[in-house]
């Protein structure tokens, strides 16, 4: 049982820049690709990004591509969103998920199902 714990939000203005980061414990996270996703108020949730088991692979959403970076410490058992030049439309609670076991970050680029969750950490963003 992944359990996955996500910290690093708050309040950032328009056009800076904010690390997120999503820490798990039981089994080594090295055994999962790893994505990030987001729930705006009012909207459905939706997929941010994703990265590979090595972190070799990482696959964005078309509306943060160059702007965010996703990456991982298997050591750390830790995954990252490096989020930069923010947008007001860029807040959300932005949530941390693991697929089962072998299932691949273009996978969950495409919508696998995701088995383990974290609560989730607001990022809001000032204009």
């Known amino acids: 049982q992944v359990q996955l714990v996500e910290s690093g939000g708050g309040w950032v203005q328009a056009g800076g820049s904010l690390r997120i980061s999503c820490a798990a414990s039981g089994p080594p996270l090295s055994s999962y690709a790893m994505g990030w996703f987001r729930q705006a108020p009012g909207k459905e949730r939706e997929f941010v990004a994703s990265i590979s088991t090595t972190g070799i692979r990482t696959y964005y959403a078309d509306s943060v591509k160059g702007r965010f970076t996703i990456s991982r410490d298997n050591a750390k058992n830790t995954v990252y969103l490096q989020m930069n030049r923010v947008l007001p439309e860029d807040t959300a609670v932005y949530y941390c998920?693991?697929?089962?076991?072998?299932?691949?970050?273009?996978?969950?680029?495409?919508?696998?199902?995701?088995?383990?969750w974290g609560k989730g950490t607001l990022v809001t963003v000032s204009s």
């Open positions: 998920a693991a697929p089962s076991a072998g299932a691949t970050a273009q996978a969950i680029r495409q919508s696998v199902r995701m088995e383990y």
